[in-house]
């Protein structure tokens, strides 16, 4: 459904923020993973148009991104990891703005717009000011905003920033739902909601594409080489520390068990991407 095809982008200060990255992207839920630094938001803002890549190709539904931008975005849906707002504008106001701008007749609009507000709980604070709302109202709001005219193209750049358990349930159950038929693109730091929710990922680190594929492909070159032990293991790679009950226990990769007292333990999305973190960091300490 998306397509990149050697996609790079250097910034005037000379940071290359993407590296000839080059993806397949199938509809459902799809996540990208990656450190601060690592390019996500420049991959996410260069898809959403914003920005234009020094090279390389990008292809959605059979149409060339970078020469029919606008067919792209009449089927974009984007929350960005901050936005603005309109100091003014009631929450409805704003919305019917946007909707004015994405070219949605008014009366499909406003069915729209009241769905959206009661799907994001907002419907009780609709005549307020977005300006006025906590971090957690005005990013529902974003999401909102996101999804108003149906978009094909979904792309959620730390969507659950500010929000409670209950509403990143909500929203949880809301993203699998839509991405049976859109592709919806997630970009968080919580691994593990990538793990639940997409059945696709991708992780991203200094600019380029470690590894991409079905979440099982990507889990598996750790599996059956994990362990959990109560001690700080003399060998293996440490991929985590946590406790239980007051007791530090340590997640260890190793081809074979790294000492006695250790267990094999089920791998996880986490597990792969601690290990190429500190296989990044290895290399970058050379």
């Given amino acids: 459904m998306l397509t990149l095809n050697n996609v790079s982008k250097t910034y005037t200060d000379g940071t290359r923020a993407l590296n000839n990255i080059s993806l397949s992207l199938p509809v459902g839920m799809v996540g990208l993973l990656g450190p601060n630094g690592a390019g996500k938001s420049t991959l996410m803002r260069t898809l959403a148009t914003l920005q234009t890549p020094d ?4 292809v959605f539904n059979n149409v060339n991104v970078l020469t029919a931008s606008q067919s792209l975005r009449q089927q974009l849906g984007y929350l960005p990891q901050s936005f603005g707002v309109y100091p003014h504008m009631s929450c ?3 919305l ?9 007749r008014r009366h499909r ?5 009241e769905e959206l507000l009661t799907l994001t709980n907002l419907t009780n604070v609709a005549g307020k000011r977005v300006s006025t709302f906590s971090g957690g109202m005005r990013q529902r709001f974003g999401i909102a905003q996101a999804l108003l005219g149906d978009p094909k193209l979904i792309i959620m750049d730390e969507p659950t920033a500010g929000l409670d358990p209950l509403e990143r349930q909500r929203l949880h159950s809301m993203l699998i739902t839509l991405s049976k038929n859109k592709l919806v693109l997630l970009s968080t730091h919580i691994v593990e ?10 992780i991203l680190m200094q600019g380029s594409i470690v590894d991409s594929g079905p979440m099982e492909n990507l889990i598996a070159p750790m599996q059956h080489k994990v362990w959990e032990t109560t001690h700080a293991p003399a060998s293996g790679q440490i991929l985590g520390e946590r406790y239980h009950f007051g007791k530090a226990l340590w997640r ?4 074979h068990t790294p000492s006695q ?23 970058n300490d050379l």
Avoid: M, W
């Fill in 96 to 104: 019917h703005h946007i909707a004015a701008l994405k070219n949605i």
């Fill in 261 to 283: 007292d250790a267990r094999s333990v089920q791998a996880t999305l986490q597990d792969r991407y601690f290990f190429e973190l500190a296989r990044q960091e290895s290399h």
């Fill in 252 to 255: 260890v990769y190793h081809p």
């Fill in 55 to 58: 090279s390389g190709n990008i």
């Fill in 92 to 94: 409805t106001a704003l």
């Fill in 109 to 113: 609009a406003s069915a729209q717009i």
């Fill in 193 to 202: 909601d990538i793990e639940h929710l997409c059945p696709h990922a991708a």
